[in-house]
């Protein structure tokens, strides 16, 4: 994304729309501040209790708005195209001071309009004060550097206009941090938010001690260590052996094994065997393992 520059445009003297051949000029760096005054006139009415607090106001006119800012420029800083005097740059902005002949009467004087336009900021109005300081001079005494600090004013109260509903989507990867305040406690922030498990809210977040917050450490309380994937393996193996001997003996061995996963592990085995003989005797066992 380029950077949107601040931009000075001449209007026509009906404050209306841009004069045709105008001047446009881009500021050469961005101002810091823009300080916006609002004021309606107003009179004190004839007559009235001025003592017991009675006496009435009204307003008159429709107000002004006034803008202040503050522009640099540096001879030094340009990439391209550079000047040997600021004043050379500068003269451009002085030229919106600077009367013209009025449209509507030839005989008498007046600013030319001006719009300060910065990206969704708009301002129309005339240049009302402007001052300008040179300083970092060259050896042979040429100014380099200046700042302007200008006034701009205009006969209504400025209403600021947007376009649709201004809401700020959510962009891939980032999330709303909550900033703990002094005091804050862990439970406390995730209390307030309507969040019960402020146990896996710590461990998500790697919080050692969430009963000490410090002031201003940033915590996602939309994470937490309660979410799990789960899953399940079986496995299941079985073994069968049979012997039968003609002398009258039989043996069996069994054997079997399980386990699962998905949060737990278990292993059970069992074995058994058993011996007969018909020699005159009999022998039994079992052995298990569990």
């Not at 009435?56 to 540096?74: M, N, S």
């Amino acid at each position: 994304m380029s950077l949107e520059k601040a931009q000075l445009i001449e209007l026509d003297q009906s404050f209306a729309n841009e004069k045709s051949g105008g001047r446009k000029v881009a500021v050469q760096f961005n101002p810091e501040t823009l300080k916006v005054t609002f004021a309606n006139q107003i009179v004190q009415p004839q007559g009235g209790d001025q003592a017991a607090g009675n006496a009435g106001r009204q307003f008159v006119g429709a107000g002004t708005t006034k803008l202040a800012l503050q522009l640099w420029f540096d001879v030094t800083a340009m990439e391209k195209d550079a000047v040997d005097d600021v004043r050379r740059l500068t003269q451009d902005v002085v030229y919106f001071m600077t009367p013209q002949k009025s449209e509507e009467d030839p005989k008498k004087l007046s600013p030319p309009g001006l719009r300060f336009h910065w990206g969704t900021f708009l301002f129309d109005g005339m240049v009302e004060g402007m001052e300008e300081t040179l300083e970092f001079f060259s050896p042979d005494g040429k100014p380099l550097r200046s700042s302007i600090t200008m006034t701009l004013s205009q006969q209504k109260i400025l209403e600021a206009k947007f376009e649709g509903e201004g809401k700020v989507p959510n962009q891939p990867g980032q999330a709303p941090l909550k900033s703990a305040n002094e005091g804050d406690s862990l439970q406390s922030m995730a209390g307030k938010s309507g969040k019960p498990d402020w146990q896996g809210i710590a461990s998500a977040n790697g919080i050692e001690d969430p009963l000490r917050m410090s002031p201003g450490q940033l915590v996602d309380l939309n994470l937490s260590a309660g979410a799990s994937i789960g899953g399940g393996v079986g496995i299941g193996v079985g073994v069968g052996i049979g012997v039968d001997a003609g002398i009258g003996g039989s043996a069996s061995v069994g054997a079997g094994f399980g386990a699962g996963i998905g949060g737990s592990v278990g292993v059970d085995a069992g074995a058994s065997v058993g011996l007969n003989a018909s020699l005159g005797g009999s022998a039994g066992g079992s052995i298990s393992f569990g």
